[in-house]
């Protein structure tokens, strides 16, 4: 099994950062997939990033292209999101989740953070 837990979200300003980080117990990191998604009051949960096992392959959505960066460090057993430039329309609950296998869809991932909170003032 593995178990997740998201930490570094908060509040910010419109065009301000945050690095958000998902730390992983129970299995090593690089046994899998990662990826990030987000869910914004009243929206269903949409994907945001995922980084393949080594860390050589990303895929992002396009609201986030340019301004975020999803990286791991399986040392450290951790995965970050860098997120630059946010918009209000950045503001959600923000998932880290484990795949054994590549995917950009939730059905895809199998373990789940219980989300931090990312809010970007106008």
């Known amino acids: 099994q593995a178990q997740l837990v998201e930490s570094g979200g908060g509040l910010v300003q419109a065009g301000g950062s945050l690095r958000l980080s998902c730390a992983a117990s129970g299995r090593a990191l690089s046994s899998y997939v990662m990826g990030w998604f987000r869910q914004a009051p009243g929206k269903e949960r949409e994907f945001v990033a995922a980084?393949?096992?080594?860390?050589?392959?990303?895929d992002y959505a396009d609201s986030v292209k340019g301004r975020f960066a999803i990286s791991r460090d399986n040392a450290k057993n951790t995965v970050y999101l860098q997120m630059n430039s946010l918009k209000p329309e950045d503001t959600a609950v923000y998932y880290c989740?484990?795949?054994?296998?590549?995917?950009?869809?939730?059905?895809?991932?199998?373990?789940w953070g219980q989300g931090t909170q990312v809010t970007v003032s106008s």
């Open positions: 989740a484990a795949s054994a296998r590549w995917a950009t869809a939730q059905y895809g991932y199998h373990y």
């Open positions: 980084i393949n096992w080594s860390g050589g392959s990303t």
